[in-house]
Structures are given as structure tokens and as C-alpha cells.
């Protein structure tokens, strides 16, 4: 099989192209598009591609569309069927992404639940040795938004203006990452990843209530770290936690682990890679790769191609 970006649109494998929305949609005009950001993983000894936590990212795409009132009824067998054929149909053999959208398609107003369109995207995904991964955060002067106005838990496109705003800012400012304080100044997450420190032994993160993305990835780092032997803590953080805390990392689908090297131009710990966090970083690499038997749960095999019927 060829490579190149075959996107599968509503159901039918289409060149990138001619995969086109309506100018005038809810999506375009208001954000009215839910998606999920999923990784695979080639594994080359076994020449086996595995989707990582893929029923997990379906249940939290389920609840994006409930939470805004998308009618979109598509199953999470059709859903798993379209990201199987889509990973097959653009035949990499290397590390993908994979970006899974629903939003409101024609031209109606902003308060349209439907119709509804939908898409699977895969591209390769760039290897980042882990060495080379140390990130300088800022707390960002912007705040991050709350269940009040809008909704952090899950992956709506309109929630990211908060964290593009608080990225340009830090990336002007000459940082990597920006982390956001919530409303009430406790800690909350990265612009596209959660958040974790190590302060007195402990892998603390903030509470799935503290103002955050559902993560997919936070949850399997808490059951590493639990594997490792290591206490972990869901609880509020505050700033200065952070300026007293021996190691903080930052974790998603996209960023893995992503180890913060200072916070504030203050170094976390001794200023490098933290062992709890390289450690985690070990068994999450594993785990995705299918090297850890008791977490193979966590993979999906992409393997033979079903033809899809439009929906
Ligand atoms: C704001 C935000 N927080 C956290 C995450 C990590 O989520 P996940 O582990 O499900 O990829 C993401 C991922 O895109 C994100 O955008």
C-alpha cells in the first residue's frame, strides 16, 4: 500500500484535497466541532501497528458529543471501523496520529445540533528522543476556562483558542509551554497536555474536577506510576508547589511525557530529567508498544481492511 493522506470523509476514503467543509457550518462559524487526538504505534520486531486506548478516546469523544448536543448517533464499532481502515487505507508503517472529528455540517444557525459530518485523519507522527524532551514552562497570565462558561473536560475545538492564547504568549515570551492557572488560582493543565509533579516522593495531579481535559494519558500515567511503586496524589496544586517541587512533567496523546525542566525561568528539582519522570516515561514507551503483557488491554491491533459503508 501506498503512503499519502487519504482522509476518510462520512465514511468514503477521499484525497486530502477533497476533503472540504461548508464555510457557512456551526463548525466554522462557532466551533461546533468535537475531535480526539489518538496515537498508534508501529512496533517493528512484531510489524504490528496497535492504536493506543482506543475505547477510551471513543467513551470521552461519546461524551464531547452529548455534552454539546451534537446529534451525531455514529457507534463506537463504526467509529473504530473508520480509524482501523483509515490507519490501513494511508499504509504507514511508522508512529501515527490520528485526528478523529464530528461537528455540525450545513449552514444553520449557531444553536443547530445537526446535520453532522464526520472525519478520520492519519499522519506520521515526528520520533522525539526523550533527552532532547526538557521543556521551560511560564505559568501564563491567562486563565484557564472552568465547567462555568465552558467545557474543559472535553475535546472541543473552540475550548483551544484558551490555550493557543496562553502558547503565542509563552512562545513570545521565549518559553516552550505555558501552564494555566483555573479561576481560583490552583494549578490546572498545559495548553495540550496535563499536568504532574513530584514534591516529597509524590506524583501529585490535579483532580479530573480541577478545570481539565479528561485525559486519556494522565490516567494511564497514574497506573504506571501506581505500577512503579510510586504514591500518587489527584488534589489541588498551587503555584509555588511547583517553584519547591523535585521533578514536574507534562503528559498526552501528543506530548507522551514531556519532562518541564524549570517553571518560571526556576529550575524544577536539579534543573534536568527527573528519574520518577524518566521512569514513567519508560514503562509509558513500553506500554504503547505492546512490551508491558499486563497493559496489552490498552491496544487495539489495526489489522485487515472492512469495507466501509457511508453512514
Ligand atoms: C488541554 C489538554 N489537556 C490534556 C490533554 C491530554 O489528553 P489525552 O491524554 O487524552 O491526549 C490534551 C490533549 O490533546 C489537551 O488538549
Redesign the pocket.
Known sequence: MSQGNVICMNGTMVPEAEAKIHVLSPAAKYGATVF???CAYWTKDRRQMNIFCLP??LR?LQDSVRILRIDCKMSNEKLTEAVVNTIAANGYKKDVHIRLSIWVAGSGPMESTGPTEWMCYVAERPDRPFENRGKNAVISSWRRIDDTSMP?RI?TAA??NN?RLAQIQAKLDGYDEALLLGPDGKVT??????FFMVRNGRVVTPSITSG????????SVIELARDAGFMVEERSIDRTEIYTAEEAFL?????EVMPIVSVDRSPVGTGKIGPKTRTIWESYSAAVRGAIESRRGWLTPVEGVKALAAE
Open positions: 480526539e487526538g489518538i477510551e478516546h470521552r474543559p475535546k475550548n483551544y490555550g493543565e498545559g495548553t495540550g497536555a496535563c481539565i481535559l479528561e485525559s486519556v494519558t494522565r490516567a503528559c498526552g496523546s501528543a506530548y
